[in-house]
């Protein structure tokens, strides 16, 4: 289990993160989500020991983790980390630099878990390619294949799909978060895409403020989210008399008391969200059709549709 108790760092005098605590159980998904500058990178790098805290501890297991005042060499076998700039060795292959750190003593060994990385992260028709020519996901996917090639108890992986395509995305991340939970291993993964979080999440943390404002299960906070900051991760949202409604909450009806004013169609896909004004206030509905600007709407707010 790793442990986070009253965790408080600053780079300088204005602190980044100020008590924060939390556990995360052997095999738990984590999610950290925050806006951009929250800290989330910060966090990743401290509970791998890349810096000395302010104040607090962190445990993995009975390990605690040490910055470098306290420890010669960064880092610690048992976690790896991938963080938004993934150092790759440029001139040797794809498979090369995934095996780098298995042991030659055992070929049999490093070719098998080489080959079974390279499928997850959907590239071994690159095994033999230099990865200086590759493209900024393809060496995002290498440096993800690598921090996993020695089986590590925990990892911490920040942003780690932000570099890939959308063609490829859905697929590598059902591969990646799939082979973590089949080994059992601890993830923890800071994003900003909701994507990251819903259908892969055992729980998500919040960051605003320097704090951890909820900690819970994504479901639990997508249905009964407690901040627009909350809402707004998972998508478009109105706020009528204070009351968080989604976008696909707000249903056009025959006649209703709330009548709206059509602003703007945007497709969407399966769906066209619908920009409206409601007295002199703007709200967003999902519809199926286009609806014309300046058409009159009238709204009712369908709760049981989450
Ligand atoms: P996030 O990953 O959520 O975008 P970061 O952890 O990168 O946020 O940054 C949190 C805050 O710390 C920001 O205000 C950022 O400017 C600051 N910060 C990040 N890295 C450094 C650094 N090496 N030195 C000083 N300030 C930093
Ligand atoms: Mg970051």
Redesign the pocket.
């Known amino acids: 289990m790793l442990k986070v108790e009253n965790l408080t760092f600053s ?2 005098k204005t602190p ?1 993160l100020k008590d924060i605590s939390f556990k995360v159980e052997q095999g738990e998904n984590l999610a950290v989500i ?10 990743l790098n401290l509970l791998y020991g890349e810096f000395d805290l302010n104040k607090g501890h962190v445990f993995w297991k009975e390990t605690e983790i040490l910055g470098p005042k306290y420890n010669l060499v960064v880092g610690y076998d048992f976690m790896k980390y991938v963080s938004q700039e993934f150092d790759l060795m440029p001139f040797i292959t794809v498979e090369e630099n995934i095996g780098k750190h298995l042991s030659n003593f055992f070929p049999d060994e490093k070719k098998e878990r080489t080959v079974e990385l390279l499928e997850v992260v959907e590239l071994t028709e690159f095994a033999k390619t230099k990865v200086k020519t590759l493209s900024g996901g393809q060496k995002q996917r290498v440096a993800l294949a690598r921090a996993l090639a020695k089986q590590p108890e925990i990892v911490l992986l920040d942003e780690p799909f932000s570099h890939i395509d959308n063609f490829q995305k859905q697929s590598l991340r059902r591969n990646v978060y799939r082979y973590l939970k089949d080994k059992n291993i601890t993830c923890i993964v ?1 994003t900003h895409d909701k994507e990251d979080v819903l259908g892969f999440a055992d729980r998500m943390i919040v ?1 605003n403020n320097n704090k951890i404002v909820v900690n819970d299960s994504p479901e639990t906070l997508y249905k009964k989210p407690k901040t627009g900051l909350i809402a707004s991760f998972f998508g478009e949202f109105n706020l009528i008399s204070g009351e968080i409604i989604y976008a696909h909450q707000l249903k056009v009806v025959e006649k209703s008391s709330v009548k709206a004013t059509v602003i703007q169609s945007y497709f969407k896909g399966h769906y066209y969200l619908i920009e409206a004004n409601l007295d002199e206030q703007k709200v967003f509905f999902e519809h199926d059709t286009q609806l014309k600007n300046y058409q009159i709407v009238y709204l009712l707010i369908k709760k049981s549709t989450l």
């Open positions: 780079y300088n980044v925050g806006e951009s500058g929250s800290g989330k990178s910060t966090l800071a960051l």
